[in-house]
């Protein structure tokens, strides 16, 4: 478990502002902890709420970002079935580890919420 870094903070409160969903939070972005998903690499977290088990809900939208070398980075941020933030799920274009912690570019586009893609 770990807090965010600022670059994955900046772009999570970038993505979470387009949002047409309604979601949870349990404390502020800046005070938030997250576990690394294994995900190769690409960036993939889940969003601690200290609930203990917790089920998947639904996603509530979908980003393109991009990783340093203008890699897609496809982004899913999803809520539990409480409706808490529970997982942000990334991907690179090529299925290869990110060149850079997610964030380090905040070049993001092709906002849908909701998801067009689950």
């Known amino acids: 478990m770990r807090k965010l870094l600022d670059n994955e903070k900046e772009l999570i409160s970038q993505i979470l502002s387009k949002s047409k969903i309604e979601f949870k939070i349990c404390t502020d972005i800046s005070e938030m902890y997250v576990v690394d998903l294994d995900d190769g690499g690409m960036g993939s977290i889940e969003?601690?709420?200290?609930?203990?088990?917790?089920d998947f809900g639904t996603a509530i939208l979908n980003a393109i970002a991009y990783d340093v070398?203008?890699?897609?980075v496809m982004i899913e941020i999803s809520i539990d079935s409480e409706g808490y933030l529970y997982q942000l799920d990334a991907f690179t274009e090529d299925y290869l580890p990110l060149k850079a912690?997610?964030?380090?570019?905040?070049?993001?586009?092709?906002?849908?919420?909701?998801?067009?893609?689950?």
């Open 47 to 54: 969003f601690c709420n200290g609930q203990g088990s917790r």
């Open 69 to 72: 070398d203008n890699r897609k």
């Open 101 to 118: 912690s997610l964030g380090t570019s905040l070049k993001i586009t092709d906002f849908s919420s909701p998801p067009i893609y689950e």
